[in-house]
């Protein structure tokens, strides 16, 4: 799991691909901040991003 800070507003979250890797059959799939939905990575693949906040929301 890569770790970032969102750039629009400025909070802590992680995510990474989970899935198989097979051939043919790729899509489009964007890792966005789960707290304000800013796109942070997007590439071409037949794997799945996952995000998990890292911030308490209760703050």
């Keep these: 799991m890569e770790t970032v800070i969102c750039k ?26 789960p707290y304000c939905g800013e796109t942070v990575a997007s590439i071409m693949t037949s794997q799945t991003f996952y995000v ?5 929301d209760n703050k």
């Design 8 to 33: 629009k507003c400025g909070k802590k979250f992680g995510y990474g691909l989970v899935g198989i890797v097979y051939p043919g059959g790729k899509d489009r799939e964007t890792a966005d901040c």
């Design 52 to 56: 998990e906040k890292m911030e308490d």
